[in-house]
């Protein structure tokens, strides 16, 4: 039954962005990556151990950030508070990354397509905000 934890955890990701409405091709390999990495880190560290607590802790941590970014920028139009959650988001997975390393380099490196994407959307979200100075939220 090792195949169950596998599945959970790889498919746990896309919850958000069923939720969020935005299951994209992108979406679904980073959520896919980033789940089976959780996936080899559970599996390291023998589950859900005392070890495991701040990986898989900070794995949780950014996972409900990046569910909650988009509700915060296209549901709410909170382009200001939306670019402080992805700041948040972005160095709550460069955290998990760095946890993630000495466990399983597998694990890390799988969340290397997330990180350039976050760079990526992180960038956007910036300009959007910087170009719409006169409707920036105080």
Not at 18 to 31: A, D, E, R, S
Not at 33 to 60: H, Q
Not at 94 to 117: F, K, Q
Request: with cysteine.
């Amino acid at each position: 039954m090792m195949w169950m934890p596998m599945l959970g955890l790889t498919a746990l990701p896309h919850l958000g962005g069923l939720y969020g409405g935005y299951i994209t091709l992108v979406w679904t390999c980073l959520y896919t990556g980033m789940g089976y990495g959780s996936y080899l880190i559970w599996k390291e560290l023998g589950g859900f151990t005392e070890d495991a607590l701040v990986p898989l802790g900070l794995y949780g941590l950014q996972l409900a950030l990046n569910w909650a970014w988009t509700p915060i920028f296209f549901g709410a139009h909170k382009i200001k508070l939306a670019l402080i959650e992805i700041v948040m988001l972005t160095g709550t997975v460069g955290a998990t990354v760095a946890s993630w390393y000495p466990i399983s380099r597998t694990a890390a490196l799988m969340m290397a397509p997330y990180m350039a994407w976050l760079c990526l959307a992180t960038s956007l979200n910036y300009c959007i905000w910087r170009d719409n100075s006169e409707k920036k939220e105080e």
